[in-house]
């Protein structure tokens, strides 16, 4: 028979709670759980009592998974290390595949169940043809989260179901938690870091033992326009909060360099550019990228898709070439990569001076 177990990662909002009502009225046995992945954050007491409160009112088990060992050092520590290293993270890309869908799938093992569910706004599809599953974007394309879900692996994607790909605006997932009687209808979506939650990073980097190590300013041709605070103040297009007059046009973060400590400032123009190197790539829709591909390629979660060629290049990185020059293409971002709404995979990209 059939295994119709389904464990619903429950953070407390609306979302996921709207994935285990859609689940269960499909018919899956559902089972609540919520990732306690940071004091404070996500996993607080106050979503554990929506979380545990929406499970009460469906009727479904709930339990609380300590995950905050795993997260510290997979999610938080990265972070820091990222910006030790000169680079701009993003922790939820990590979280996802390393913690989230990894610890979810342990517990349901434990719990007996075939499938985890999210309130991810992507869908996973299983592509015959191809023999893989594939990820794809949300139907609700403001809302799209399959950028921050292109880690994901073949293994991790065969058991996932994401319900709220198939939905196509926030209103209607707010419909469906009011008229099921759910208290977080009108819960507001939370917005910033889940373990930076006032949003100071920086005070969060010394906290973990990051040296912010003042050093210079300069332009493109080496000479010293000012000094800087450390290099985890700064991230690629910056603009405000440099401190350093003097130009006759206004100056931007071009780039960091943690090899010399220095923060490269020059004109916005110089900000674009049409080429860029990505590495510890992970492929979706085929096993490896054997040869040139045409696609649309996004270098941050926000960002319009842009016309690219992606190629292989030796040891594993990839070589994307933009039709039109994109603006503060970041190190430590990820580009992801589409074939209309299909994600085909996506990497981290290298530091200028590495390519």
């Known amino acids: 028979m059939k295994n119709h177990r389904v464990l619903v990662g429950m953070s407390g909002g609306v979302d996921s709670s709207v994935c285990a009502l859609l689940l269960q ?27 545990r409160a929406v499970a009460e009112h469906l009727g479904i088990p709930f339990s609380v998974h300590d995950g ?14 990222s910006y030790r290293a000169g680079r701009t ?42 023999g893989r599953y ?11 989260q399959s950028y921050v879900l292109y880690r994901l692996t073949q293994a991790q994607l065969a058991r996932t179901q994401m319900p709220l790909g198939e939905i196509d605006s926030k209103d209607a997932i707010r419909a ?31 906290r973990q033992g990051v040296a912010l190590t003042p050093g210079d300013f300069v332009d493109e041709a080496g000479r010293v326009l000012g000094r800087h605070r450390g290099l985890p103040c700064y991230t690629t297009g910056q603009r405000k909060g440099l401190g350093v007059g003097g130009s006759a046009y206004p100056l931007y973060v071009l780039r ?6 220095t923060v490269v400032l020059g004109p916005e123009e110089h900000l674009y550019s049409g080429r860029t190197v990505i590495e510890q790539c992970n492929w979706i829709a085929f096993e490896d990228l054997a040869e040139p591909v045409r696609c649309t390629a ?29 603006r503060a293409l970041t190190a ?21 001076e590495e390519y």
């Open 298 to 326: 996004k270098t941050r979660y926000s960002q319009t898709e842009a016309a690219a060629t992606v190629s292989p290049l030796p040891g594993g990185r990839t070589e994307v070439v933009f039709d039109t020059p994109q």
């Open 89 to 130: 993270p993003n922790p939820c890309i990590v979280c996802n595949r390393r913690v989230k869908f990894a610890q979810m799938l342990s517990a349901a093992d434990a719990l007996g169940c075939a499938q985890i569910a999210t309130g991810h706004y992507a869908r996973v599809e299983f592509d015959g043809a191809r």
């Open 25 to 51: 009225r499909q018919g899956w046995e559902v089972q609540g759980l919520m990732l306690e992945l940071c004091s404070g954050g996500a996993g607080s007491a106050g979503s554990a009592a929506d979380a």
């Open 176 to 206: 469906l938690a009011a008229e099921a009687g759910l208290r977080v209808a009108q819960k507001k979506d939370s917005q910033d870091i889940c373990f930076i939650p006032d949003g100071d990073y920086v005070a969060f980097l010394r």
């Open 68 to 81: 905050r060992a795993a997260f510290s050092a997979q999610v938080m520590a990265d972070f820091a290390e």
């Open 134 to 144: 594939l990820l794809k974007k949300g139907k609700n394309l403001q809302k799209d």
């Open 332 to 352: 430590g971002q990820s580009a992801v990569f589409y074939d209309g709404d299909t994600v085909l995979g996506g990497g981290w990209i290298c530091a200028q």
């Open 256 to 261: 960091k360099d943690a090899k010399t400590n």
